[in-house]
């Protein structure tokens, strides 16, 4: 994915190379002083017919500039947006080899996100560049994706100051010149500027072509070309098989077409015949090199020809300082390769088949490919369609699929129609989270193969399996796009509807691929609308395994992704924890990330809460922000930013929660990601009752009285904290009689992980109201669900409350079948300053735990000593500057980080060495061999 190509270095290095100079030069000062000029604007556009020198005038200028210059040479293949920035990024590389990975790897996921997004990520690696960047695009007249075109548009838009984009192309491209013009953002060379003037037309016949020619025939020469540098050439050329240079310059005329079809005339007639026969024949190559000519001409010495041709000026362009590779002129070429299918269109497609055998021998299928279409070998061009489509839906290449399967004539579509309708599904999936214009552009596309493959079922009058079978992913296709759009208008009951049409259509579906649109819709129904996804394991399991038969990583991903949250659901986090990380390492193994790659560090981020790991909580959420952030994922920038909000107030860094949560607020109501405005609201309260502002909370549980009327599994969350609110309030009776209405509800083993939640929370209703034995019995039930798991943060979140009831069940255990260990680790993980806190929020708190816990009061057991729970390697950190007589600022100053972070090393570390000071910790620490 991340780091997977499929343009290979051999073809990549020539058009990322400069071309040679020739050995002799006309030097042009006029252009070259316009050209140092421009460094001063984001573009300079160098417009002008074919031959007129574009290519040449800039080489030039990279010959003799100080500035740091990337170059790239683009033909008709470049105009594919994933090949098209590809080869952009490998250019700016060559430069600046630091820059670019995020955006390489974006281009290459199977989910790239939008081309906005890429690019962005392209402009921040370029933020700070330590010196100015030049860089130059040749022959981007090939260029005609709209998506090519708006994506160099937004590029040009957003440049950093030190990068300048010099692009020289025949035709103006479709950039709004006239605005950038108004505000002097581009400088412009077209063709009357590259004319030459009859000094340099003298200049270039007697240096570059050696033809001292008399001045009159020079200025008549000039007039007659215009100063065309290319008929110039082919004038030249001419003229060396002509005594009577004056006649011959007397007699040109005409327009530049008329021109170069005469004086082409002129030279290859003249030209020995296994000359002329060697450049018509190797006119169908773009580029080529000795091998490739060999292919497809059979001449046995290639190499020699190719040098002989480029030292006899013969429109022979080398494309690397090895001369390893080259390509001829665009306009000898035309001419050639014209000439050759009017007079042997067989022979010329022949050609073209064998260079398409040739790039296939080399395993360059992309290249092959468009030969292969060329070559009307539509049977060869299909089956490497298929043999190059698995890597290129990994790769994220859909469209280019799309494009190429569309180019079949019908009774080979026929025969591919499977083909036509994966990258039309590929197509699909990709783009919905993308931007509505290219959301519509793509579903037209989807649209149109869909039309085109219910032609091929029309002319059949009796369906065969394989009809029946692509009218099914037909509907498919087209449920799954309804159901997208359900999803976005909130729509249960057409989502219901469109779920039961679906597992009709999936009875016989062997593809799991195909199988994943109603897959991620049972998912979506049962985690986002009931939040009961613990009861899909087994589905998702199976599916599993099929993706793992069928050897399909992409899915494969997604469904351990889905099973990551289903596991979670489940109360399962061992199982959810070591499928996640199974997930990254296959993203790892196949060479980088996926927009599945956020999800999974969200997951882990709530694994390790869970279990109190705090550093690994806040590294994954710190590294799901991040990746949100690069790949301007919409959801996961909002589960990222709420869920960093709430592990700072959990830690105490209030300061940061304000702004965090104002951005997500905005992106949800922007967006309009309702879905998600949830985490926000939970978020919020909390914040309120961490500062204390009990006013704002009880305001907010008054507003939301309607989470206690009617049951919805959408506001699971919201309900949960709710009762927090009212136990904050120490309105126990409000939070039992909530808990109680909706026990049924919440007491549900498809969600072990709420069910949790919800009997810790009830316990500390009933301890909060006195009733300590219902409490106990209640909290016993909850950690029989929770010990296995080993969860942690669900009881410490609870507060003082929760750790009263645990601190019973630790003193008197008679009756209780959960191991003491698992208590004693419970008790160890609550704040050292619990009890203070607790009594700033809960008034009326019980007695502290040091005297519930005193030998002789209540406890037949020793004092608590709390578990030799391993320190993280932070807190290894903090303990060794606590040995040194640090203070908090001292730690906070040297780890850099804030001083709340640092409070709670000191902290954690007291509650895991049962110690009551920094003295104590220390000494302790030594007792066990910690310093």
């Known amino acids: ?355 398409a055998r040739w790039y296939e021998g080399q395993g360059i299928l992309q290249e092959a490919i468009p030969y292969a279409v060329a070559a009307a070998d539509y049977p060869l061009a299909a089956t490497l369609m298929e043999q190059a489509a698995e890597e290129l839906w990994l790769s994220g290449e859909a469209r280019t699929v799309y494009n190429w399967v569309m180019l079949l004539p019908d009774p080979i579509f026929q025969k591919h129609a499977r083909l036509a309708l994966d990258a039309a599904f590929r197509l699909q999936d990709m783009v919905n989270q993308s931007v509505e214009p290219l959301r519509t552009r793509t579903q037209f596309q989807v649209e149109a193969t869909i039309a085109r493959v219910e032609v091929v079922l029309r002319t059949q009058e009796t369906p065969t399996p394989s009809a029946r079978l692509l009218q099914r992913r037909i509907e498919l296709l087209r449920a799954g796009r309804a159901a997208f759009d359900a999803v976005t208008a909130g729509s249960s009951h057409m989502l219901q509807q469109l779920w039961q049409e679906m597992q009709a259509l999936i009875e016989d579906e062997d593809d799991i691929s195909w199988r994943m649109i109603p897959l991620a819709l049972t998912f979506w129904m049962s985690e986002s609308l009931q939040r009961q996804g613990a009861n899909l394991v087994p589905q998702f399991l199976e599916a599993k395994h099929q993706a793992s038969r069928a050897g399909n990583r992409l899915v494969l991903i997604k469904i351990m992704r889905w099973l990551t949250h289903i596991y979670a659901r489940a109360g399962q986090l061992h199982l959810a924890y070591n499928e996640c990380q199974a997930a990254l390492d296959l993203i790892e193994q196949v060479g980088g990330q996926t927009a599945q790659t956020g999800y999974l560090h969200y997951y882990r981020a709530c694994i390790y809460y869970a279990w109190n790991r705090m550093d690994e909580a806040l590294e994954a959420a710190q590294t799901l922000r991040e990746f949100s952030h690069t790949w301007q994922q919409v959801d996961q920038i909002i589960v990222g930013q709420t869920y960093s909000a709430w592990l700072s107030v959990i830690a105490g860094e209030l300061d940061v929660v304000p702004a965090m949560l104002a951005k997500a607020g905005e992106i949800v109501q922007q967006r309009q990601f309702a879905l998600h405005s949830f985490r926000v609201t939970v978020v919020q309260v909390w914040y309120w009752l961490k500062t204390g502002n009990l006013v704002a909370a009880r305001s907010w549980a008054e507003r939301e009285a309607a989470l ?136 009326n708190a019980s007695p502290p735990p040091a005297q519930i816990l005193k030998p002789g009061v209540g406890s037949q057991h020793p004092p608590l000593l709390l578990p030799n729970e391993p320190l993280t390697r932070r807190e290894e950190e903090v303990l060794r500057l606590l040995a040194q007589g640090a203070t908090n600022q001292d730690i906070a100053r040297q780890l850099v980080v804030s001083l709340g972070t640092a409070k709670k090393h000191v902290a954690s570390i007291l509650s895991k060495l049962g110690a009551e000071n920094r003295l104590q910790a220390v000494a302790r620490a030594h007792e066990r061999s910690l310093l």
């Open 1 to 355: 994915m991340g780091n997977r190509s499929s343009f290979p270095m051999a073809l990549l290095l020539p058009k990322v190379s400069p071309p040679r100079l020739p050995a002799t030069l006309v030097v042009r000062e006029r252009l070259l002083m316009t050209l140092d000029r421009a460094l001063m604007v984001p573009l300079t556009l160098l417009s002008a017919p074919a031959g007129s020198g574009k290519t040449t005038l800039l080489r030039a200028w990279v010959a003799r500039t100080s500035q740091s210059v990337a170059w790239l040479s683009l033909d008709e293949l470049d105009n594919n947006p994933t090949r098209f920035w590809t080869v952009l990024i490998a250019a700016l590389r060559t430069r600046l080899p630091e820059i670019g990975q995020n955006s390489l790897t974006m281009l290459s996921s199977p989910e790239p996100p939008p081309l906005t997004t890429i690019l962005s990520a392209l402009l921040e690696d370029m933020l700070h560049l330590a010196e100015p960047l030049v860089l130059i695009i040749d022959d981007y007249h090939g260029i005609n994706e709209p998506a090519i075109q708006e994506g160099l548009i937004f590029l040009l838009e957003h440049l950093p100051p030190h990068l300048h984009l010099m692009l020289a192309s025949r035709i103006n491209p479709p950039f709004p010149l006239a605005r950038w013009r108004l505000h002097g953002q581009v400088e412009e060379i077209r063709h009357k500027d590259l004319r030459f003037t009859q000094e340099e037309t003298g200049r270039f016949l007697l240096e570059s072509m050696h033809l001292p020619l008399a001045e009159e025939d020079v200025k008549r020469l000039a007039e007659r070309t215009e100063g065309w540098i290319a008929g110039l050439q082919l004038a030249a050329l001419a003229l060396r098989q002509h005594e009577d240079t004056a006649a011959f310059v007397q007699q040109l005329s005409g327009s530049h077409r008329l021109l170069l079809d005469y004086v082409q005339e002129e030279i290859l007639a003249r030209q020995p015949a296994r000359i002329q026969r060697f450049l018509f024949q190797v006119s169908v190559l773009t580029r080529m090199n000795a091998s490739l000519c060999q292919a497809v001409t059979g001449e046995a010495d290639c190499q020699q020809m190719l040098e002989t041709l480029e030292v006899s000026n013969l429109f022979l362009v080398p494309l690397d300082e090895q001369q390893q590779w080259y390509r001829l002129h665009d306009l000898f070429r035309g001419v050639l390769l014209a000439r050759l299918q009017t007079t042997e269109p067989a022979l010329a497609q022949e050609l073209q088949s064998r260079a």
């Open 708 to 843: 206690l009327e009617t049951w919805d599994a959408k506001r699971k969350e919201e309900f949960m904290t709710l009762i927090r609110v009212y136990l904050a309030l120490h309105q126990h009776e409000q939070a039992l009689a909530a808990l109680q209405r909706f026990s049924t509800e919440l007491d549900q083993s498809g969600d072990s992980s709420s069910r949790i939640e919800f009997l810790a929370l009830w316990a500390a209703a009933y301890q909060q109201a006195g009733e300590t034995e219902r409490a106990r019995e209640v909290a016993i039930r909850a950690l029989t669900i929770s010990e296995p798991a080993s969860y942690v943060r669900v009881y410490v979140d609870v507060g003082q409350p929760m750790q009263e009831v645990l601190q019973s069940l630790f003193a008197n255990p008679a009756n209780s079948m959960i191991a003491l260990p698992y208590i004693s680790k419970l008790l160890a993980a609550f704040p050292a300053d619990q009890t203070h806190a607790a009594a700033d929020v809960m008034p």
